[in-house]
């Protein structure tokens, strides 16, 4: 059934966002994030302290919508007033692992006693830190910080091992402050 839609969000204090040709800029403290969002039917406003989305005679596709750029807003508000962080654990059971940043690249050496060290190049907005046998990866953006985060767990995965017995590698522990059940 078509009905009006009316959704707002309300916008934290310290926290400024602008929105152009569907395109979402949210800053604040700890950075700036962008996303494009954009639906023909949606309409999309920044009035002071609120975004509102409004759909004439929308359907439920709309409103699933409409709740899913609210999902996403939330998200990135939450990014640049506190970072959204990862944190990895380094397993090493024969080979001692070196693991470092230099710069913007992410260097793991004598991964299973090999002898070219695996290298990453980390992206834009992201901060990756190594303490003792943790890999901490921090980003405004989630999407930014949980990608960095995959790829360097799978920069240490080995097809055909058992991963019961071979259980060398870096793996994720923690997403957002809640830890990960294997």
Do not use: W
Not at 35 to 53: A, Y
Request: aromatic share 8%.
């Amino acid at each position: 059934m078509k009905q009006d839609i009316h959704e707002e969000l309300e916008i934290s204090e310290g926290i400024t966002a602008h929105v152009e040709y569907g395109i979402f800029s949210i800053k604040g403290a700890k950075g700036e994030v962008k996303k494009s969002l954009h639906n023909p039917k949606v309409k999309v406003s920044v009035n002071n302290q609120l975004i509102v989305f409004e759909a004439k005679k929308g359907t439920q596709r709309e409103k699933r919508l409409i709740k899913a750029y609210i999902a996403h807003l939330k998200s990135m508000m939450r990014g640049v007033s506190q970072l959204h962080y990862y944190k990895l654990k380094i397993c090493s059971g024969h080979f001692p692992m070196n693991v470092s940043v230099k710069g913007s690249i992410f260097e793991i050496k004598n991964f299973v006693g090999e002898t070219v060290p695996r290298t990453l190049q980390l992206k834009e907005g992201v901060k990756v830190s190594v303490d003792g046998h943790f890999v901490i990866v921090e980003s405004a953006d989630k999407e930014k910080a949980g990608m960095t985060a995959a790829a360097i767990e799978k920069m240490t995965k080995r097809a055909a091992f058992d991963k019961r017995i071979f259980q060398d590698g870096i793996f994720i522990i923690e997403k957002d402050g809640k830890p990960i059940i294997k």
